[in-house]
């Protein structure tokens, strides 16, 4: 276990039991998946407003073989006619289970960032009664990628692909929660 911390001395202002949650899951799976190996934890500076935290691990993560299990098992439940919503990472696969390849977002976002609705995501039954604006919580590099069929539901200033409808009961959210929803 090594920690790397910043030569940068910084004051957070936040909502610390979140925090200390945040950072108490992302340390107990780099133990829980890193029989043999290494764990580092630290933060950075990025700006007088933004703090990165990590924790990387050389844990075993998920094989090929159970990837491709799991694309295969979204790909099933869709097929099913059934309501599926993934987050973060369950957006990009269900855009794999649907031969959609996700994409490099052209920003990385990290922290709690506004996105809006577009007309589509306005006019979308599930979104309707959302306010046009919301903050939500980031943590990703890439984006779901789009069918023929998607619509874009909500883009932010670093990524054009924050929601995306793959069908009425097919959605993909790129992010990980939301911030004080009020219309």
């Not at 936040?14 to 998946?33: G, P, R, T, W």
């Not at 933060?43 to 990387?56: A, D, H, M, S």
């Not at 299990?69 to 869709?78: C, D, G, H, S, Y």
């Not at 696969?93 to 996700?102: N, P, Y």
Request: glycine letters at 8%; charged letters at 30%; one cysteine or more.
């Amino acid at each position: 276990l090594e920690l790397d911390l910043s030569d940068s001395v910084a004051i957070l202002n936040s909502d610390e039991v979140k925090i200390k949650q945040i950072l108490n899951n992302l340390i107990y799976n780099a133990i829980k998946y890193t029989e043999y190996g290494e764990i580092t934890i630290g933060y950075k500076l990025i700006n007088e407003n933004f703090i990165q935290f990590y924790v990387r691990d050389t844990g075993v993560g998920m094989t090929d073989d159970e990837l491709k299990k799991e694309i295969e098992f979204i790909k099933m439940v869709i097929d099913n006619d059934k309501l599926v919503f993934g987050v973060c990472l369950g957006a990009q696969l269900i855009g794999e289970a649907l031969d959609a390849q996700f994409d490099h977002s052209p920003n990385r976002e990290i922290g709690i960032f506004e996105i809006t609705l577009t007309e589509d995501g306005k006019r979308d039954d599930f979104f309707s009664s959302f306010p046009e604006k919301f903050s939500v919580g980031h943590w990703h590099g890439d984006m779901p990628g789009l069918t023929n069929e998607a619509k874009i539901l909500a883009i932010s200033e670093g990524c054009s692909r924050q929601i995306v409808r793959y069908t009425k009961k097919v959605y993909g959210f790129r992010y990980q929660g939301i911030k004080n929803l009020k219309k």
